[in-house]
């Protein structure tokens, strides 16, 4: 399990907030931190890392201490067993797929990383360098190389939000079963509902550097906001003005339903698509 | 979406299913949810909760045919599209929009400063808390 309790003052947009927060994860659950932009998300992630101080605070992995103000215990960034995916990918643009993956490791450990690059499908472009990549190819690289060392935790700092839509789908599902796969502990950043919803076991809703809302996605964002059980997040892929209505369409996992309605949409909105149970129809496809 | 603000009166429920007596700026409306005040902790006396109304959802029409979950206002604007009328009221400085076919809609006979009524089942009528 691992213990966060930090404090740390930041400065936003809007100008100096607090950042604290203090939370668990149990080992092999998925966790997500949503909020918006500004919000402290990612310094939750550089923290743990070690990539920057907090003021104050605790962090402990399995009963280890990585960092305590009280003690003046702070483990250095390297001595701290995680994996870091960022953003931008940030490979070794002079290093090939395989050496970026087995960049930190041991010659005892290189054996590990045919096999991880066969999971993530880029075993036939090992020898490739990453300009000469998909945007989504290098991100499987900065994935493979992050759980190469069979982190305590995996950090994912919005990871797939650079992507286009459908590849962001695809690494989606290989994210989810990755975490499986590995038994891995893993930790989120995201603004995306869908993403979150499809990747979390839980979630933890930050605002001005506050836990605002903790729970399963659900509990998070639809449970007590809204009557209707037939409701569901989803993103807006199509707009079209028929008559004096607009008819949107909205991808909802995969499935992709049509909604008619005079409110006015952006393609990329994230919306929530929702019925009372009373309305729809029910019928066994036979 | 037409949405305006409510506060429970009275909440009648089985195991599964409540009606909810609200009471809004514009009338009482009853409404039926699939939860019961042990499952959904807003369902309580004297809670205030926005009621929403899609705006094909109303039955538009010249007299009362009920004495609950019926409003009044005045017609503000009418915007004909080819097979689609959007219907603009107002009630007590609130404003509500119906979307109903032109056949209606023509149906109706109704103009600019008209009086008409708007009615919506319960079981159309979306809670948010």
Redesign the interface.
Known sequence: MIVVDVKKELIGYKGKFTLDVSFKVEKGEFLTIFGKSGSGKTTVLRIIAGLENPDEGYIEFDGKVYFDSKKGVNLPPQKRNVGFVFQNYALFPNMTVYENVAFALDKEERDKVDEILKVVELYNLKDRYPSSLSGGQQQRVALARAIVKNPDILLLDEPLSALDYSIRLKLQDQLKKLHKMFNLTTLLVSHDKPEVFKLSDRVIYLEDGKIKKEGTPREVFIEKSISGKFSFYGTVLDIRKSDILNIVTVDINGNLVEVATTEDFNIGDEVLVGAKAFNPIIKKIS | ?NIVKGYIVGIEFTDTISQIKLNTEIGDFYC????NPDT???LKIDNTVNL?FK??DFVVCRDKIHPFNTFQGTVKSI????????VFIENKGLQF?A?ITNLEFDNLLIDIGSQIYFYIKP???????
């Open positions: 979406m039926v949810v699939l939860e959904a902790n807003y929403i705006e094909t915007f004909k599209g080819q097979l689609f009328t959007r929009s979307l079981t159309n009528i979306i809670l948010e808390v």
